[in-house]
T-cell receptor
Framework: EAGVAQSPRYKIIEKRQSVAFWCNPI?????LYWYQQILGQGPKLLIQ????????DSQLPKDRFSAERLKGVDSTLKIQPAKLEDSAVYLC????????????FGPGTRLTVL | EDQVTQSPEALRLQEGESSSLNCSYT??????LFWYRQDPGKGPEFLFT???AGEEKEKERLKATLTKKESFLHITAPKPEDSATYLC????????????FGKGTHLIIQP
């Protein structure tokens, strides 16, 4: 079974530029999550989708971050404009059933903002 | 607000030296407690889910236990390949299903 795919794996940008990350979840998984992991910290939830609807985006900085999940499969996370403090690894995870179900993580995208 | 505190932050053991990692949590109502392993440059890898106090689960040299306030990850006779960061997370009842993670314990097993 193929795992969660993410691209790109690494991205370096200047502050105030924009960037987008892509995620393809495990086939058949209805729930998709984006987490932000700052160096030395545990992952922090940014947004949760159930199929193509948003379930929780309470911790998403909506003035600069946006996310969508078209057709209930792939998802993109965008940052515009980026700040220095956005430097982190952005992890995508998916689960078959969000409620107490295992969340499977992708390899992440490491973003460096200069 | 849900909170997870892991200790110690880092632990260095000799190969074969057993120990335990601690995860203390506060949550409005626990749906599940999760343990993940994370290797450098990779995403977290699922290890266990525990649902109720008294529950235990084992996998190879790892055993996870749960009480009403904390969870322990016991590692027996560890090998160098067990070196990784171990993350604990909680999922609360009701509402959304996102996990609240601790900062992790960085475990190093020396040959």
């Amino acid at each position: 079974e193929a795992g969660v795919a993410q691209s790109p794996r690494y991205k370096i940008i200047e502050k105030r530029q924009s960037v987008a990350f892509w995620c393809n979840p495990i086939s058949g998984h209805a729930t998709l999550y984006w987490y932000q992991q700052i160096l030395g910290q545990g992952p922090k939830l940014l947004i949760q989708f159930q199929n193509n609807g948003v379930v929780d985006d309470s911790q998403l900085p909506k003035d600069r971050f946006s996310a969508e999940r078209l057709k209930g499969v792939d998802s993109t996370l965008k940052i515009q404009p980026a700040k220095l403090e956005d430097s982190a690894v952005y992890l995508c995870a998916s689960s078959l059933d969000g409620a107490a179900g295992e969340q499977f993580f992708g390899p992440g995208t490491r973003l460096t903002v200069l | 607000e849900d909170q997870v505190t892991q200790s110690p932050e880092a632990l260095r053991l000799q190969e074969g030296e057993s120990s335990s990692l601690n995860c203390s949590y506060t949550v409005s109502g626990l749906r599940g407690l999760f343990w993940y392993r994370q290797d450098p440059g990779k995403g977290p890898e699922f290890l266990f889910t525990l649902y109720s106090a008294g529950e235990e689960k084992e996998k190879e040299r790892l055993k996870a236990t749960l009480t009403k306030k904390e969870s322990f990850l016991h590692i027996t006779a560890p090998k160098p390949e067990d070196s990784a960061t171990y993350l604990c997370a909680v999922q609360a009842r009701g509402g959304a299903d996102g996990l609240t993670f601790g900062k992790g314990t960085h475990l190093i097993i020396q040959p």
